[in-house]
């Protein structure tokens, strides 16, 4: 099955600066990568997604890219805010045996952002 | 509004007991998902559904058991409680056609004692 790896496990940056989070996945099968952000107490929510035709994608201050060849895929968080302070968690998603979609979390970053 | 429900959000209960977590969706999703989660930690997935009648056990070994006999509810039973249970438990779902993002119900926090 997939394995997907996620480092670091804890990220401290100052506010403004930038934060960088990466994965690395085992299947070249999967072909969808999403990442989730969990606020304290709260549920996690997909704050963006890279699919495996796309090498990069942006939305505001936040950016995925994506290296099939190398089988890993980052997170972006530029000018960080105190808000960004959470768990981000990054996924792959791969069809199974079954024929069905499967999906593999990595082992989250709690990211602090200093004011 | 759709969204993807579970009740309760908090459960104290004590060793033995029999106990069910309830999630419902209304998102028309075929996929659904339980997860358990230590606060801030790692997603450890323990059963899956694929569409209704259709239950697989996650990577995370559980002594707990689901149901899918309708599309939009999928519930989680422990038949004896134990204080080794005491964690949050998320309820997910995703749509029915190729990879799409997964969208987590509140979750339910349960104190075994």
């Known amino acids: 099955g997939e394995n997907v790896e996620q480092h670091p496990s804890t990220l401290s940056v100052q506010e403004g600066d930038s934060a960088v989070i990466k994965c690395t996945y085992s299947d070249s099968a999967s072909n969808y990568f999403p990442w989730y952000k969990q606020e304290l107490g709260k549920r996690p929510q997909l704050i963006i997604d890279?699919?495996?035709?796309?090498g990069e994608k942006k939305d505001q201050r936040i950016a995925v890219t994506l290296n099939k060849t190398a089988k890993h895929f980052s997170l972006h968080i530029t000018e960080t805010q105190p808000e960004d302070s959470a768990v981000y968690f990054c996924?792959?998603?791969?069809?199974?045996?079954?024929?069905?979609?499967?999906?593999?979390f990595g082992t989250g970053t709690k990211l602090q952002v200093i004011p | 509004e759709a969204d993807i429900y579970q009740t309760p959000r908090y459960l104290v209960i004590g060793t033995g007991k029999k106990i069910t977590l309830e999630c419902s969706q209304t998102m028309g999703h075929d996929k659904m998902y339980w997860y358990q989660q230590d606060p801030g930690m790692e997603l450890h997935l323990i059963h899956y559904s694929y569409g209704v009648n259709s239950t697989e056990k996650g990577d995370l070994s559980s002594e707990s058991t689901v149901s899918r006999i309708r599309t939009e509810h999928f519930p989680l039973t422990l038949e004896s409680a134990r204080p080794s249970h005491t964690s949050q438990y998320l309820c997910?779902?995703?749509?029915?056609?190729?990879?799409?993002?997964?969208?987590f119900g509140q979750g339910t926090r349960l104190t075994v004692v």
């Open positions: 890279i699919r495996s035709n796309v």
């Open positions: 997910a779902s995703s749509g029915y056609r190729g990879a799409t993002e997964a969208f």
């Open positions: 996924a792959a998603s791969y069809m199974n045996s079954g024929g069905y979609q499967k999906v593999t």
